[in-house]
């Protein structure tokens, strides 16, 4: 019977590819590039200023850094699923205008092999595109205004597939296969206020299928009793993507209804995504009551192309982005019988990003604060676990636009006992 349960939910995670690849975004921001990029979705990294790839412990999956499986305890299977919300507050010199959206974060799972060797799979996103801009431009050669309606849509999920392996009782490295998939939609609608002109709509997609390599190794040795210091470091490898874009060109008009009253572009070509190498690294020191971690990240998005047919498209003025983020962890004692709330993970910290996108030769910043709390369950083996974001990117200069966001993260992780017969039932 156990052994259904655990399948059950091992099925669950391929099951629900289609619910968690739908990543919403509001950001006007995501217009450029793959999208907005997603940070760390786990709501443990979230809470910690997403300082990822050192933290690891035997009840949290930490897909940022394949070598972190081997914490692993034995014979353990994780189950790790979390939701996540954001408030959006857009400001221009003279207008603001506030959005919200909800998506999954996150699914995955994760269990030891052997005594060396732990492995990892699960579904998260990659980046995401939502966006709606209407405007009026004038036209050469009319008088009246021309009505722009620019939106945007997708984004890009990834599935990976990681394991492990323990080189030494302190030395630990791992690589992860990552498949990115998913397709990017950017439409642009031109309304002429005038009945002796066609309306225009143009439908600019590109589908993406790919893979891309991540290493990662960690060093965690105990430097007094209960007291210990991990370095970790990841490398993400240049990697090429197939794509295919489509190009759709209509003229309507209105009358009852949108009439379509002629196709003038029905293209489709072939096209290739290059993705930047990425580096990070890590440090944290821990002990029985206190974790203190800090993480630093660069990724060089001045390599990013996109090429349709051979030929290099836009590339979107693209930036080398760079990552500072860094948190506290408190638990006042875990081993507490009668006292709850002193077995609740207190988090804290915090992130400063330079983003890759450079937009009228301002480099868009992200600054963010982060809290959360970790909370287990009574006589289970489930853990609870919260974050909050608050932060602000970009900027009212040169006519740019600033958003202010605050997200809310909650997950679950289940872990249960994996290959282990009971005795009774």
Request: hydrophobic letters at 35%; charged letters at 15%; one cysteine or more.
């Amino acid at each position: 019977m156990h052994k259904i349960k655990y399948i059950y939910l091992v099925i669950s995670v391929f099951v629900s590819f289609a619910s968690i690849s739908q990543i919403s975004t509001n950001s006007p921001y995501s217009r450029f590039g793959l999208g907005s990029l997603s940070g760390s979705v786990s709501p443990q990294q979230s809470a910690l200023g997403g300082a990822s790839v050192v933290y690891f412990n035997s009840n949290s999956i930490n897909s940022e850094n394949p070598a972190t499986y081997s914490s692993f305890q034995p014979k353990s299977f994780l189950l790790s699923t979390a939701l996540s919300s954001s408030s959006h507050r857009f400001t221009t010199y003279d207008k603001s205008q506030r959005e919200s959206s909800t998506s999954f974060s996150h699914l995955a799972i994760g269990f030891p092999l052997t005594q060396y060797i732990s492995v990892s799979s699960g579904l998260l996103p990659y980046s995401s595109v939502g966006y709606h801009l209407d405007y009026d431009s004038l036209y050469s050669g009319l008088e009246d205004t021309v009505s722009i309606s620019s939106t945007g849509n997708g984004g890009l999920s990834k599935y990976y597939l990681g394991t492990s392996l323990k080189l030494h009782k302190t030395l630990f490295f791992g690589v992860n296969a990552n498949y990115l998939f998913g397709g990017l939609s950017k439409n642009k609608t031109a309304d002429f206020n005038n009945t002796t002109i066609f309306n225009v709509s143009s439908v600019d997609r590109t589908n993406v299928t790919g893979l891309v390599y991540e290493a990662g190794l960690l060093f965690n040795t105990e430097i007094s009793e209960n007291k210990y210091i991990a370095i970790a470091v990841t490398y993400q490898n240049n990697s090429n993507l197939n794509a295919k874009r489509t190009l759709l060109g209509t003229t309507y008009e209105f009358g009852n209804s949108l009439i379509i009253k002629d196709t003038f572009q029905n293209v489709l070509q072939d096209a290739s995504i290059i993705i930047p190498s990425k580096l990070s690294a890590g440090f944290s020191y821990s002990s029985e009551k206190l974790l203190l971690l800090a993480n630093y990240s660069t990724q060089n998005w001045s390599e990013y192309q996109l090429s349709v047919d051979g030929i290099v498209g836009e590339e979107d003025n693209l930036e080398n982005s760079v990552c500072f983020s860094g948190g506290l962890q408190y638990t006042p004692d875990y081993n507490a019988h009668n006292k709850y709330w002193k077995k609740i993970q207190y988090r804290i910290g915090g992130r400063y990003h330079k983003t890759y996108l450079s937009l009228r030769d301002n480099q868009l910043t992200e600054k963010s604060l982060t809290m959360g709390v970790g909370m287990p369950v009574k006589r289970t083996n489930t853990f609870y676990n919260f974050s909050m974001e608050f932060g602000e990117q970009g900027t009212t200069e040169s006519n740019l636009i600033k958003e202010q966001f605050l997200r809310f993260t909650f997950g679950v992780t289940f872990k249960g006992i994996w290959f282990v017969k009971r005795k009774y039932d």
